[in-house]
């Protein structure tokens, strides 16, 4: 199973906002610092403030912060809000489904509860414990300085 960019782009953006805590950041020094598209990356920070884990303040000493702690962004719940609904097998993408064998496979079953195990094993997890113990180090290979988690 591969997380699409999107995704991928959510979980960068938290982890680099958790580095920068209660400091204000511009949303191209994170594209910078991950070598990523700043219009892909805004899309993503949108959707971010839309639902309530970023602060967006604008003007020309604007940028971003982490609207929760840590603790409280729980990565399941941002992988569900972030991935795309995409079908695992043709058997998924009803009704363009055209597969033969569906009614009587056992393979749609098997790996949505394989996607569910993927995504509760997420749920384990929040951001603190990605950047937890790692801060120095994320920061060096990000170029910036960090501001303690805790």
Same mark, same amino acid.
Not at 62 to 75: F, H, S
């Given at each position: 199973?591969?997380? $699409? /960019?999107?995704? =991928?782009? &959510? ?10 805590? $209660?400091?204000?950041?511009?949303? !191209? ?9 700043? $219009? ?7 959707? #971010?403030? %839309?639902? *309530?884990?970023?602060? *967006? /303040?604008? *003007? ?10 840590? %603790? %409280? ?13 995409? &079908? ?5 993408? !009803?009704?363009? $489904?055209? @597969?033969?064998? !569906?009614? &009587? @496979? ?6 949505? =509860? ?5 995504? !509760? %094993?997420?749920?384990?997890? /929040? ?14 290979? #990000? ?8």
């Amino acid at each position: 199973m591969k997380i $699409n /960019t999107f995704t =991928n782009l &959510a979980f960068r953006v938290l982890i680099y906002l958790a580095l920068r805590k $209660n400091h204000l950041v511009k949303t !191209s020094d994170i594209a910078d610092a991950y070598f990523v598209s700043f $219009n892909h990356l805004k899309k993503v920070i949108t959707l #971010l403030i %839309e639902q *309530g884990y970023v602060t *967006g /303040t604008k *003007g020309r000493g604007g940028g971003i912060t982490l609207a929760k702690e840590a %603790e %409280e962004i729980n990565l399941g719940d941002v992988f569900r809000l972030t991935v795309e609904d995409v &079908a695992l097998a043709e058997c998924f993408a !009803s009704p363009t $489904n055209k @597969c033969v064998i !569906s009614p &009587a @496979c056992r393979l749609k079953s098997i790996l949505q =509860n394989a996607a569910d195990k993927f995504i !509760s %094993e997420l749920d384990q997890f /929040t951001l603190y414990d990605l950047v937890k113990d790692r801060e120095g180090a994320l920061a060096m290979h #990000l170029a910036i300085d960090f501001i303690e988690v805790e």
